[in-house]
């Protein structure tokens, strides 16, 4: 087996132009070809070098590619040192955006793998706007009227969803309609990873720095940035995925005067979104007083994306809850939810 194996052409390929020459020449035509194809949204190893890939057309496959654990390495190393950031033995892991591409890259070496591995998750090509997703079957028209609505109202709005199922994507929907209904505000986005698109004429982006363990300087994270955010007189705070204790920064800034915000979180459904943000302020060393009130006084609306895949391994995406959330009542200690009834004649998915 070669290291490189010529990927198969798919009748409806439309290419994009080279972006990264010298990633292009490090990982080879075959991946070229599959970083080029509109079809493909996700590639990447484990640790026996195979490169499997996510297409729309094809649905999940695995190719005859194989990267040797060396080219591995120097792949996830040239991504980072595009990017100024550090990955080796001690700063196992490494996320960035591939240079040129847009494309976010997850990578890991020795000793938290066997192997090196990595994941290439691609820019969508253009932003889906609400109207979109109707058109697709992702959304019924009963619920984009109530997002809309709901965006009017600058209502605080949390997408909540598994790994792959498009929370992004669908977060830059939101962001669309946001953009073209309050063009005059001022929207603040704090990400790890450049992901989010945004449209809007008075729109800012920040990205956290890299944790190499230096003492001297605190670390640049999500709760550092949101602090910086809260000088620079957003009117919408977006917060492209809470994965930590920042959860209770942006609950707190969201419920001070900067209404209409949006972000991300892993979760299984509506409601356990709110769960896991409840899990997640705890992680932050400065929490204190009734996290649950906060969370039923922040958060107003928990929209819920879900992906189902067919026999072929294609993905189709669908919104399958919202929930309204009025507040949290501490004499029965729940939330007082609102579950918005969807259209009965949705039929979900088309193609």
Same mark, same amino acid.
């Given at each position: 087996?070669?290291?490189?194996?010529?990927?198969?052409?798919?009748?409806?390929?439309?290419?994009?132009?080279?972006?990264?020459?010298?990633?292009?020449? !490090?990982?080879?035509? *075959?991946?070229?070809?599959?970083?080029?194809?509109?079809?493909?949204?996700?590639?990447?190893? &484990?640790?026996?070098?195979?490169?499997?890939?996510?297409?729309?057309?094809?649905?999940?496959?695995?190719?005859? =590619?194989?990267?040797?654990?060396?080219?591995?390495?120097?792949?996830?190393?040239?991504?980072?040192?595009?990017?100024?950031?550090?990955?080796?033995?001690?700063?196992?892991?490494?996320?960035?955006?591939?240079?040129?591409?847009?494309?976010?890259?997850?990578?890991?070496?020795?000793?938290?793998?066997?192997?090196?591995?990595?994941?290439?998750?691609?820019?969508?090509?253009?932003?889906?706007?609400?109207?979109?997703?109707?058109?697709?079957?992702?959304?019924?028209?009963?619920?984009?009227?109530?997002?809309?609505?709901?965006?009017?109202?600058?209502?605080?709005? !949390?997408?909540?969803?598994?790994?792959?199922?498009?929370?992004?994507?669908?977060? &830059?929907?939101?962001?669309?309609?946001?953009?073209?209904?309050?063009?005059?505000?001022?929207?603040? *986005?704090?990400?790890?990873?450049?992901?989010?698109?945004?449209?809007?004429?008075?729109?800012?982006?920040?990205?956290?720095?890299?944790?190499?363990?230096?003492?001297?300087?605190?670390?640049?994270?999500?709760?550092?940035?949101?602090?910086?955010?809260?000088?620079?007189?957003?009117?919408? =705070?977006?917060?492209?995925?809470?994965?930590?204790?920042?959860?209770?920064?942006? !609950?707190?800034?969201?419920?001070?005067?900067?209404?209409?915000?949006?972000?991300?979180?892993?979760?299984? *459904?509506?409601?356990?979104?709110?769960?896991? =943000?409840?899990? !997640?302020?705890?992680?932050?060393?400065?929490?204190?007083?009734?996290?649950?009130?906060?969370?039923?006084?922040? =958060?107003?609306?928990?929209?819920?994306?879900?992906?189902?895949?067919?026999?072929?391994?294609?993905?189709?995406?669908?919104?399958?809850?919202?929930?309204?959330?009025?507040?949290?009542?501490?004499?029965?200690?729940?939330?007082?939810?609102?579950?918005?009834?969807?259209?009965?004649?949705?039929?979900?998915?088309?193609?």
């Amino acid at each position: 087996m070669t290291e490189e194996t010529k990927v198969k052409e798919t009748p409806n390929n439309d290419f994009l132009p080279k972006q990264n020459p010298t990633l292009d020449i !490090l990982w080879g035509d *075959s991946i070229t070809s599959l970083m080029r194809r509109n079809d493909v949204n996700e590639i990447y190893i &484990n640790d026996d070098g195979y490169v499997w890939y996510d297409s729309h057309t094809e649905g999940k496959v695995k190719s005859d =590619i194989y990267l040797s654990p060396a080219k591995a390495r120097v792949i996830i190393e040239a991504v980072a040192g595009q990017v100024q950031k550090i990955v080796n033995e001690d700063i196992p892991s490494i996320s960035a955006e591939v240079a040129g591409y847009g494309a976010r890259f997850q990578g890991e070496l020795p000793p938290i793998v066997r192997n090196p591995e990595f994941n290439i998750r691609k820019k969508a090509i253009k932003i889906f706007t609400l109207e979109d997703y109707v058109k697709n079957g992702t959304l019924s028209e009963k619920y984009k009227d109530y997002l809309i609505n709901a965006v009017k109202k600058r209502k605080n709005i !949390l997408v909540v969803g598994g790994t792959g199922t498009g929370k992004t994507t669908f977060l &830059n929907a939101t962001l669309d309609a946001i953009s073209k209904l309050t063009p005059f505000h001022r929207i603040i *986005s704090l990400e790890d990873t450049p992901e989010l698109q945004c449209s809007a004429p008075d729109y800012s982006a920040m990205y956290t720095k890299q944790d190499v363990g230096d003492t001297k300087y605190p670390p640049y994270d999500m709760t550092r940035l949101l602090a910086d955010c809260m000088r620079r007189s957003p009117d919408r =705070i977006v917060v492209g995925e809470v994965r930590d204790g920042c959860a209770y920064a942006m !609950l707190k800034a969201w419920n001070t005067g900067h209404e209409g915000g949006c972000c991300t979180v892993h979760a299984n *459904s509506a409601v356990q979104g709110l769960d896991r =943000i409840e899990s !997640l302020c705890y992680e932050n060393k400065t929490c204190a007083g009734d996290v649950r009130r906060l969370i039923g006084e922040a =958060i107003d609306v928990v929209v819920s994306i879900v992906y189902v895949r067919s026999a072929n391994g294609k993905k189709g995406r669908v919104i399958d809850d919202i929930i309204e959330v009025s507040s949290f009542d501490r004499a029965t200690q729940s939330y007082k939810l609102k579950h918005i009834p969807n259209d009965p004649s949705f039929a979900g998915p088309t193609g």
